[in-house]
């Protein structure tokens, strides 16, 4: 295996392949036991956590990288991914990038725009976190799901951009089937609630939520209902056809959910 | 004044300026008379027309610049500008490019950055169009209002950035009270209703659309209604304070609005 070292003087020859001064940061967002998670990374020999990036390569949409960022880091290839926000501050990256290069034992390049302004694309993915096999980058040494509202301190400002995915998630919520990556193929009106309750962080009126998730005309109410719960069986749903976000300009729905 | 060709002579000496690869494009919406409209440049010489634009400085955020170039092709100091998209497509720009500045004479220098790719940020602007003076930049001849549905073809991928921006306006304005740069302090729910029709690009039920502005919970009714009106005399409006949109990076109300 690469040492890190290695790794960072390998990018830094390589450098010239991306789009200088830019970025891409993929806020991945999962649903599993009733919580909204989050996936980060951890760095190699550092306290340090944050989002999954990478650089633009010279002949490659920034869709693309970002794409490529979350395939790398979930082994999906189809995702939910939806450009959010892009980050364009004056001091974003460099000390802490500068501190890391220091850690690992390579001095920073004077000249490498890397450790010079960058500015950087947000990205807000919806995965089904039990087909996500976590994979660190080659700075990193860990790729954990994290739970939303007790993830860690991030480097940079990524408490920024995750801050903002999730208003943006909020904000498109009412919208289109967005849920629809993150749910099974045909769900419980009390699973969509638990969904939007992780999503929004706070409980709601169960059937004022009824009533408004039934008048957004994306839901297909089946003949089949649950059976084996507890109380009386629940009617199942599912997302009408069609019924996606506008404006998304990825948004894939993995072939194989259950 | 300075020619086109030396102005682009000089924007060539200066660009080491500006990061590169990047721009911003600002989508400037008016309302005046019902109608949603657009402010386009019309290059100097040529038959092309193209969204206010302009390129980042090395120490200037992106907000910011999209907020100098909005300043100086419309003379409004604060407006509602909000970042909507990335555009990063890996051949957005450069034959256009090419093809105007050999029409003004200047060789387009091969390593210029310029000509190679640019990823755009899209910012939209909501501005009330009574207050603007259009100003040409040094590219362009002149700097106009256009009705929406009418607006000519744009050169670049500047209609794909209006569709989107368009989208993403429509997308927002049932959240907080995004409105409010586009009318006047005090309006009639008819006036709330003809912005929403143009900006939807279709008529809406009277009914309807009063009982959910009122579910918002943005607006409060004044005691005051209007006078003078033909038929009977229509409550005022107001947006509550403190509604505004959020995830919006830049939104000021200007100060002087009638």
Known sequence: MRTSRDAVELFLRRQHQYLPHLSVDCVVFGFHDGRLKILLLKWKGLDVRALPGGYVGRRETIDAAAARVLAERTGLARTFLRQFHAFGGVDRHESDLRRWFRAVGVAAPRRAWTFARVVSIGYYALVDAARVEPAPDFVSERCDWYDVPRRPRLAF????????ALAALRHDLGAGALEAPLLPERFTMPELQRLHEAILGRRLDRR??????????????????????AHRSPFLYRFAAGRLVPGARQMTRPASLP
């Open 157 to 164: 400002d990524h408490d920024e951009i995750v801050a903002t």
């Open 208 to 229: 004022n939520f009824q009533k408004r998730m039934l008048e957004r005309g994306v839901l297909k109410r089946l003949a089949q209902r649950r059976t084996g719960a």
